[in-house]
């Protein structure tokens, strides 16, 4: 999650403000995942970002695949259908 958002901030996407911001990337288990077409979900702030997953497939080639946590099977919900960070 930080190296996530430290490659956003020295790349240039996003501009730190005032207030911190938490960006996740999460695995969505199988079947879900659309047979592998939808592998990823965006969250910034505990909110779902909704970007087209050619994107997300950048910003994952950037922060390195192994840095994005895998999907749990005791809950598979939990990362992409909400957040592991809670926002306020």
């Known amino acids: 999650m930080i190296i996530g958002s ?3 901030l020295f790349s240039g996407c996003f501009k730190p403000s005032l207030e911190q911001q938490v960006i996740e990337i999460n695995s969505i288990p199988p079947p879900f ?3 592998g077409r939808f592998p990823y979900v965006v969250w910034v ?3 779902r970002v909704d970007m087209p997953q050619k994107d997300i497939l950048v910003l994952v ?3 390195g695949k192994e840095n994005i946590k895998p999907s ?8 992409w259908l909400t957040p592991h960070a809670k926002s306020d």
């Open 72 to 79: 749990n099977n005791k809950d598979i919900h939990i990362g």
């Open 61 to 63: 080639e950037k922060i």
């Open 45 to 47: 702030n505990g909110k």
């Open 6 to 8: 430290l490659c956003l």
């Open 33 to 35: 995942d659309v047979n």
